[in-house]
């Protein structure tokens, strides 16, 4: 990527990576990174409403279970930054209000504190002290470390969980990306039975299809990060960084990706806890998310975008607005608990309906 306007000698003299991680945070917040044609598909899952509840807002039920952990609400501050100085202030703000109101917080991927030692953004566990947290690290940069080094990342950071992200197609834009993807499921198997904290294995914006599921969870694994297409585009991002060969490629996989309602519809039936993440923006997505069986849902851009505007105190009231919608969404749907919206019939559009696996649960809910 060129040297933008207001770049400073700083900016300048960090290193390659920490340079990118403040390009994403630049094009993540401001950008038109979004997908071009293709959508999440989860305005294609249609909740059935129920005008005659018989249940109090406040009987709602919110809590769940990612990676092991409680949460008071399904959401999740999904995985954005980390590695550069700009980032301290953003993961700080955005793990204070996780501790706050009970929800998830997931850092943008650990690789500048595993490879060059860079903390900057990684150090919330004083303003956020027993909310999840979950770490992040590729596979390609996992199959290159030892299991001790990602344990130790792990503890410096003090996350909960490592999330081992899949990107190939980010990955083959990117300037200076990998291109080598074997050994991912070595990797993941010697980080499960290695580690002593879960292991959740995410996407970057391009889904997790069923094959995927079946097989990590046939290593053990138990959580998954749908992070679908629909909304942030990765490969758009890193296309807008690229230049000639990068560059065209990226314009051509653009919209590459298994919507991320589909995913959630795929990993049904795997055993997996998922998270649906990939252009969710509100909590009626979360609700549609956890209906189709996610265990929560994450939000990435919209609260990137909510510290810009006014640092924690507005992600404060942007998340407590997404918790009650999806306290709301259930309530309009009779459910007094998430398990119980887990049960409710659904009205799926044919573009969704022709994910859903043929031995997947969610077929015995579909009205008719």
């Not at 279970?65 to 949460?71: N, S």
């Not at 501790?99 to 030692?117: H, K, Y």
């Not at 051509?252 to 923006?281: K, N, R, Y």
Request: overall charge negative; aromatic content about 4%.
């Amino acid at each position: 990527m060129s040297q933008r306007p207001d770049s400073s000698p700083a900016d300048l003299a960090v290193p390659e990576i920490s340079a990118r991680k403040a390009d994403h945070i630049d094009l993540c917040t401001d950008g038109d990174v979004a997908f071009k044609h293709k959508t999440n598909l989860l305005e294609q899952v249609q909740l059935v409403h129920d005008a005659l509840p018989e249940l109090a807002v406040a009987d709602v039920d919110l809590q769940t279970t990612f990676a092991g952990k409680p949460l008071a609400a399904p959401v999740v501050i999904a995985a954005m930054t980390g590695g550069v100085d700009r980032a301290h202030d953003i993961n700080r703000d955005l793990a204070a209000v996780a501790e706050e109101l009970g929800i998830g917080f997931a850092f943008g991927s650990q690789r500048p504190l595993l490879t060059d030692g860079i903390t900057a953004g990684y150090e919330v566990r004083d303003v956020a002290p027993t909310a999840l947290v979950l770490g992040n690290i590729g596979v390609v940069q996992a199959r290159s470390a030892s299991s001790q080094a990602l344990a130790d990342l792990v503890g410096r950071s003090g996350a909960d969980a490592l999330c081992v992200h899949l990107n190939p197609a980010m990955e083959v834009v990117q300037p200076g990306g990998d291109d080598d993807f074997r050994g991912g499921l070595d990797t993941i198997q010697r980080l499960v039975e290695e580690l002593t904290v879960p292991v959740v294995v995410k996407e970057t914006g391009c889904g997790l299809s069923r094959s995927v599921g079946d097989r990590v969870a046939a290593l053990g694994v138990r959580w998954a990060d749908t992070s679908g297409a629909g909304g942030t585009s990765w490969v758009g991002v890193e296309a807008l960084r690229a230049a000639g060969r990068q560059q065209a490629l990226g314009a051509t996989f653009w919209d590459w990706g298994i919507p991320t309602a589909a995913s959630v519809a795929q990993l049904s039936g795997t055993g997996l806890g998922v998270c649906a993440t990939g252009g969710v923006s509100n909590g009626l997505s979360i609700a549609r998310a956890v209906a189709l069986g996610a265990a929560c849902g994450g939000i990435a851009r919209t609260f990137l975008q909510a510290q810009a505007r006014g640092g924690r105190d507005e992600v404060r009231r942007v998340a407590k607005l997404v918790i009650d919608e999806v306290r709301i969404a259930c309530l309009l749907s009779g459910a007094s608990s998430l398990d119980d919206l887990r049960t409710k019939p659904l009205v799926l559009g044919d573009a969704l309906l022709r994910w859903v696996p043929a031995d997947s649960p969610l077929r015995a809910r579909l009205l008719r």
